[in-house]
T-cell receptor
Framework: AQSVTQPDIHITVSEGASLELRCNYSYGATPYLFWYVQSPGQGLQLLLKYFSGDTLVQGIKGFEAEFKRSQSSFNLRKPSVHWSDAAEYFCAVGPKAAGNKLTFGGGTRVLVKP | DAGVIQSPRHEVTEMGQEVTLRCKPISGHNSLFWYRQTMMRGLELLIYFNNNVPIDDSGMPEDRFSAKMPNASFSTLKIQPSEPRDSAVYFC?????????????FGPGTRLTVL
């Protein structure tokens, strides 16, 4: 069975500092991986996704993520955080079969200090 | 283009009442998902449909919950009777089934409070 672990429930970062959110997955084959962001009171918005190819993927809002097969990880990074990045971030894994569902991690809430 | 539309955005009801949540997926999308989000359990998939057919309802908590998708542009999630522990934010998401895995687009959610 597939699973996703986000070890950090909360992270506090100063504005302008770098941010890294951890995501570890368990899956029997090469997964499709996603990062979503949820701003307060909003639905989830896709930041980026990895299907194949270059293991460093670029997303919206200046985010990037690196797929490391050997570590079963797909960590999200941003070099310089803005106050508007305060939100909850979800990592998700899905199978290659197009009809199947995603499994989401528990989320990491990011607080940004001025 | 309009995104996923959910109604109502907020619902407050009393225990025992029937609650119906509605979702209109993005036009052309043929896969639809219902999720529930709570502080305790996070984001849980309740049920999903492909081409209007329920594929996996293993996340539906109990028989009080039912979901339908009578056509490609409309789905409902019904709770009857509702209980306080059903209080949560319910999200609908849709995507396009295709050769590769396309992202899910989420609606704004319905915040349900059962008193």
């Amino acid at each position: 069975a597939q699973s996703v672990t986000q070890p950090d429930i909360h992270i506090t970062v100063s504005e302008g500092a770098s941010l890294e959110l951890r995501c570890n997955y368990s899956y029997g084959a090469t997964p499709y991986l996603f990062w979503y962001v949820q701003s307060p009171g909003q639905g989830l918005q896709l930041l980026l996704k990895y299907f194949s190819g270059d293991t460093l993927v670029q997303g919206i809002k200046g985010f990037e993520a690196e797929f490391k097969r050997s570590q079963s990880s797909f960590n999200l990074r941003k070099p310089s955080v803005h106050w508007s990045d305060a939100a909850e971030y979800f990592c998700a894994v899905g199978p290659k079969a197009a009809g199947n569902k995603l499994t989401f991690g528990g989320g990491t809430r990011v607080l940004v200090k001025p | 283009d309009a995104g996923v539309i959910q109604s109502p955005r907020h619902e407050v009801t009393e225990m025992g009442q029937e609650v119906t949540l509605r979702c209109k997926p993005i036009s052309g999308h043929n896969s639809l998902f219902w999720y529930r989000q709570t502080m305790m359990r996070g984001l849980e998939l309740l049920i999903y449909f492909n081409n209007n057919v329920p594929i996996d309802d293993s996340g539906m908590p109990e028989d009080r919950f039912s979901a339908k998708m009578p056509n490609a542009s409309f789905s409902t999630l019904k709770i009857q009777p509702s209980e306080p522990r059903d209080s949560a934010v319910y999200f609908c998401a849709s995507r396009l089934l295709a050769g590769t895995y396309n992202e899910q687009f989420f609606g704004p959610g319905t915040r349900l409070t059962v008193l």
